[in-house]
């Protein structure tokens, strides 16, 4: 089956979306690759952080919703300072969250999270984990 | 009582304006007693319709709307003479605008207005004829400085040479091989830095710069400083015999300051770059050597059979009048530690660090070590676009170059180093010129070099190894190699004290120091001053072949200036 | 001299080890740390949306409580605490139409206006105290103790809230020289141990902090010395694992800087609340005399 690209898929609502949350202009990234080179969850990750971006540009929401790449984002910033373009990865990455997140979708599930590991760790962990993978 | 005609241009490629509107406007205006729109103005029947009607309306004066006025003030000016009209009383109007017709009918009638004013308050110009020297000053002694000087010095006329280092030759002779031939510049070059050493026409005053320049185009007076050498170059007679003895080993700036093991690549404190120095003749460096620092030793003076030492030796001055300069004052890459997230390693060098190391006539005769260890490396990696390409923390343009010389460098390192791997971390390949792209391919089929596309984003030191984080975008996957040597493309910027130099010329520059051009297409080899013309990378990132094609096109404006025996200046522009 | 202070939630439970030594420490070195009365949580982590300002409320206000006691300064010891509140601060300062929408919101509060300095406990050390004077003050240099400082992410990026060079910073091993340790370069120095991953898969984080671990111990560290709570809690408690499964690891102490410097500045080692490490320093210490007083 061929993607299809026209004006439709690259100025979706989506798309504007993701630009007016984030308040990046995606087109900027010429997919030089150095954010994916440097991200540290990147090990993990189902799509890299720069197929992410080039998903996005061309307005493929669906695709980026099967991926758990940025779920498995930590927002360490790393990204956002190297880019050799000035685009803010991580604020896209967060707009991407916050459109999944908006629609009333968790991607943490509380009640699975063993007590001993709530006992033990330190409170931000908690809190900013909920703010970052739940709606 | 004025006659004004005033001629607006409305062919397809204008500002889009209301033309009947400024037509009517421009009627009533006092003094203008002709207006009318036409067609492509600047092409010959929109010319003679100028001309025809400077003839019979008896226009006294001329305005023309038009694009851009550096472009199409010669066409207009013969046209009028031609004519019969003075050329200052013809006057062209910009009105290129990019907003709706509105606000560019608005914006047109403004500067009509005040170019109308201008044309009425217009005076004769005063103009002076100035003789011009024929002979020419070109500053850096690289290989677009020595085409240029070698072709006007052809062309029978008097080329005075300076050079900041002590031999000229530039970056290019301390290349390994040139691409996409695998020339060795020390062969091709070579001949041209002896012959621009041994032409009449030619002077060389190396290790010296440029001091003061005052004038104009025809007549530049400039003050040469003749840096102390502390070696008479008259008396001395190049054995370097001297050098042979003096104790110091320092790290050598030609060598581009290399640290490799046995100290191979250091030179002493009385040094020649290299065994094809033109003039080859040393220098003493004050801040390492022994006599200067403490005092001591002497061993130079001894060894010298024609005593040419001389520690008192100071700089000197000379003072040339000439007709014409050329800058071609060449490049310089960014340094590597402009680049934090890459360590600070021996062995993450630059890319003319390399050239030294595989260069046949290098400190290692061409063997391919390490600086750390002085293993042969069995795995190296070459980072493209390192600062280019990078309007966050580098340069937003090209380097022009990086892609073919990396690729070209991997494939020397395979030909020395049969079993090794060379890996190039890319983000596009920029094959542009002649056999270009057909040598990358050659390197990916014959040598097996690996492209990999996606910037590194860290690079460090674990145990023996470097490592280097990057990415295959194509694949998607996060790449880590462990490699021997990593070679980093650094970005071009032009040389150091590129724009202390442009101050002294009053030439302009780009927001990187790069001398900017009259116009960037028509107009490439012309300084903002008349009579200063640029060559080689001095203007901006490019390779040998255009670099030398741009030192012969230089001499051409030269030599067509010093076809003329005067040319005539409007009394503002002589200062 | 004194100076307000922001504890942020974890520093009053998880992290006491780190707000009991830095009080300490700063009162060596003869500045009150002043608790600001009245704050709340920041939010942990800084709203990136650009279409909302609610969550810059919590962040802001606790900036208007640090204005209501007079100060223009506040520092905090989280480097999370401190990741937020700057970066807010910075948004609206940047933004005054942002600013204005949430003065009017919290139109019960004074209105804020950009003139509160947010500053890392780090930064208090460098620019207001001055190593030389730390210098002074040092009773038991730290002699023989090698240590690799991890600085993680929050402290230093994005760039316009770092306290240091994004890339190389020296801050930490500034302070650690100045107390007489032995300071480590490591590779990972700056790079994510996870961070609320954790929680969510903690396998990764893992994974992370071995990475980060082993780095460290390559390098011949005897300890990591940290600033951040939650980079503490990633590399402290997954070595539990590592210490089981690997035969080759038996464990790198993890501390927090203001610990090191409490015991540096000669104060009883009961301050630095050593037992509430998730690695227990103090047999390395011990090891290397320097717990004796």
Known sequence: ?135 | MERIGVFICHCKLMTPIDTDAVLEAVREKSGVVHVEACEDLCVTPGLERVQEAIKSEGLDGVLVTSCSPVLHEEVFRHAVTAAGLEAYRMRLVDIRSHDGIKENTERALEAIDSELEALKASQPPVLRKVPVIKKVLVIGGGIAGIRASLDIADGGYQVILVERTHSVGGHMIQYSETFPTLDCPQCIETPLMTETGQHDNITIYAHSEIEEVSGNIGNFKVKIRRKAAYVDWDKCNGCLMCTEKCPPRVLSEYERYLNLPKRQAHRRAIWVPHAQAVPMRPIIDREHCLHFTKGKCGVCVDTCPNKAIDFEQEDSFVEVEVGAIVVASGFDLMPKSYIKEYDADPDIIEGIEFERILCPAGPTTGKVIRPSDGKEPKEVAFISCCGSRDAEHGVPYCSRVCCMYLVKQALLYKHVCHDGQAYIFYIDIRTTGKNYEEFVQRAVEEDNVLYIRGRASKIFREGDKLMVWGSDTLTGKRIEIACDLVVLGMAMLPSEGAAELAAKLGIATDEYGFMTELHPKLRPLESSVPGIFLAGCCQGPRDIQDTVAQGGAAASKVLALFAQDEVELEEAAVS | MTLSYYPGCTLKTKAKNLEDSAIAAMEALGMELVELPRWNCCGTVYSFAGDEELHQLAPVRNLIRVKETGSDKVATLCSFCYNTLKRADLLVRNNPDKMHTLNTFMEEEIDYEGDVDVVHLLEVLRDDVGWDAIAEKVQKPLEGLKVAPYYGCTLLRPEDIAIDDVERPTIMHDLLKTIGCNVVDFPYATECCGSYQIISNPDFVSQRAWDILSSAVRRKADAIVLTCPLCDANLGQTQKEFIEKRSDFTGIPILYFTQLLALALGLDPEVCRFELNYVDPRPLLESKGLLRQ
């Open chain 1, 1 to 135: 089956m061929r993607t299809e690209i026209s004006t439709e898929t690259l100025y979706s609502d989506f798309v504007k979306k993701v630009e007016e949350i984030s308040e990046q202009k995606l087109l900027s990234c010429y997919q030089c690759g150095k954010c994916s080179a440097g991200c540290p969850m990147c090990f993990a990750m189902d799509l890299l952080p720069n197929q992410i971006i080039r998903l996005a540009q061309l307005g493929q929401e669906d695709d980026i919703a099967r991926a758990n790449t940025i779920w498995i984002c930590a927002s360490c910033i790393t990204c956002s300072v190297r880019c050799p373009r000035g685009v803010d990865l991580a604020r896209v990455m967060e707009a991407l969250r916050l459109i999944e997140a908006r629609k009333n979708v968790d991607h943490v599930e509380i009640p699975d999270i063993p007590k001993e590991t709530i006992a033990e760790l330190p409170q931000l962990a908690m809190v900013g984990g909920f703010r970052k993978l739940t709606a």
